[in-house]
């Protein structure tokens, strides 16, 4: 299995932003997960989706983002929007134990 990140940059606060991972490779897991990780902080999770689609947020983007799949396409995104300046990191999708190469978020003041 082999996840491909895409859609970071840099956008001003209020802004938005739609991150994509595409999934290449058969797994039996469905459960998809968007993290992030600030520099000198931890890895943190942001939202998953389950095979069901039953989806779960970290307080801190509650009503701002969304997570949503594309079964068809082995795409997950994650949609943000109304991005604040703490929203700054960079952003992994993990599936199946396996991390995609990260996607630089910048959020400017």
């Known amino acids: 299995v082999q996840l491909q990140a895409s859609g970071g940059g840099l956008v001003q606060a209020g802004g938005s932003l739609r991150l994509s991972c595409k999934r290449t490779g058969r797994t039996l897991t469905f459960k998809y997960g968007w993290y992030r990780q600030a520099p000198g902080e931890q890895r943190e999770l942001v939202a998953d989706i389950s095979r069901l689609g039953a989806t779960n947020y970290a307080d801190s983007v509650k009503g701002r983002f969304t997570i949503s799949r594309d079964t068809a396409r082995n795409t997950v995104y994650l949609q943000m929007n109304a991005l604040k300046p703490e929203d700054t990191a960079v952003y992994y999708c993990?599936?199946?134990?396996?991390w995609g190469q990260g996607t630089q978020v910048t959020v400017s003041s």
């Open positions: 993990n599936h199946a134990d396996t």
